[in-house]
């Protein structure tokens, strides 16, 4: 699977859009883009996923470039209960394993 | 409420004894997943089981066992703890299909001393 790159952290208005940028250069075709975040002492949490097109849920966006080497998640009205840790994972859809790798993410502080 | 239920939450274990961390979903996920997570190393996956019967070594198995008796439960079984299995250790489930997103449970804080 490919590696992803994040800055460490991030900090956010509460209210305003969060924005976290994630880097996956060497991204294969086959491979989608998937973030999920960790809200301290909790389980991580699945947000969004995609493959080439933009995506959009009831959490979030996700902005994928053309090229696929980069994508931002969008929140669009961050709240102070969306401090967490955001982790942008790739994986290849023939995975046998379902494995996730989970790099350092991106520690989100949504301050009032 | 729907979803993964990790038991116990938190378990100080003396080395050398014998810890199942239990967990179940009500989701009739088919795939279930084992992952222990360290400061600095991320969450690891131990092992996996991509359907009842069936089960798969993930990164970091040793030492650790599991059994798919059926949809819902996949225990995991430490036979003889030690210290270096100090970790909190998440369940998750999906629907197969590698596309599909993993759920998590809560954890489990487990300390061997």
């Known amino acids: 699977d490919a590696k992803t790159t994040q800055p460490p952290s991030m900090d956010c208005a509460e209210g305003r859009a969060a924005n976290l940028p994630c880097n996956h250069s060497?991204?294969?075709?086959?491979?989608?883009v998937y973030w999920y975040r960790q809200i301290h002492s909790q389980g991580p949490q699945y947000i969004i996923h995609?493959?080439?097109n933009n995506e959009t849920n009831e959490m979030a966006s996700l902005i994928i470039t053309e090229d696929r080497k980069s994508s931002t998640l969008i929140l669009p009205h961050a709240t102070l209960r969306d401090t967490a840790v955001y982790y942008c994972?790739?994986?290849?859809?023939?995975?046998?394993?379902?494995?996730?790798?989970f790099g350092q993410g991106t520690t989100l502080q949504v301050k009032p | 409420i729907a979803g993964i239920t990790q038991a116990p939450t938190s378990q100080i274990l003396a080395a050398g004894r014998r810890m199942t961390l239990r967990c179940t979903q009500d989701?009739?996920?088919?795939?279930m997943y084992w992952y222990r997570q360290d400061l600095g190393l991320g969450l690891r996956l131990i092992h996996y089981?991509?359907?009842?019967?069936?089960?798969g070594k993930g990164e970091v198995p040793d030492g650790y066992s599991v059994s798919r008796a059926n949809t819902d439960d996949f225990p995991l079984t430490l036979a003889s703890a030690v210290p270096s299995q100090t970790s909190v250790y998440f369940c998750?489930?999906?629907?197969?299909?590698?596309?599909?997103?993993?759920?998590f449970g809560d954890g489990t804080r487990l300390s061997i001393l």
């Open positions: 060497t991204i294969s075709g086959n491979e989608y």
């Open positions: 995609g493959l080439k």
């Open positions: 089981s991509n359907t009842a019967g069936t089960t």
């Open positions: 998750a489930s999906s629907v197969t299909g590698n596309t599909q997103p993993q759920h």
């Open positions: 989701m009739r996920h088919n795939a």
């Open positions: 994972i790739v994986r290849v859809e023939a995975s046998n394993t379902g494995k996730l790798i």
